[in-house]
């Protein structure tokens, strides 16, 4: 079993920027595929971004794509979205998960085990 804790989340102006972390328990964090979603009021939740096991591929929603970035340390277990030209839409939490598939899979339906999640709010 994997346990998930993000951090980072807090209140921002738009064009500012947050780094996120994830951090996992487990010795075999660095065998999965890691993904952040979000999830904003009356809104399903949405794949924003994921990085495979190595670290050297990832993928991005089109509407972060060129703003955020995903990266992990696997010795330090941990997994981060940093943020970039915020924008108000970008307020929701913000999750990460973990799968086992090689790939990214961008479907929430495809994640294992999640964290508690941290706010992330924009202000205009």
């Known amino acids: 079993q994997v346990q998930l804790v993000e951090s980072g989340g807090e209140l921002v102006q738009a064009g500012g920027s947050l780094r996120l972390s994830c951090a996992a328990s487990?010795?075999?964090?660095?065998?999965?595929?890691m993904g952040w979603f979000r999830q904003a009021p009356g809104k399903e939740r949405e794949f924003v971004a994921g990085i495979n096991w190595r670290g050297d591929r990832t993928f991005y929603a089109d509407s972060v794509k060129g703003r955020f970035t995903i990266s992990r340390d696997n010795a330090k277990n941990t997994v981060y979205l940093q943020m970039n030209s915020l924008k108000p839409e970008d307020t929701a939490v913000y999750y990460c998960s973990t799968s086992l598939r090689s790939t990214i899979p961008t479907m929430r339906r495809d994640y294992d085990y999640w964290g508690q999640g941290t706010q992330v709010t924009v202000s205009s």
């Open positions: 487990g010795r075999t964090f660095r065998t999965y595929t």
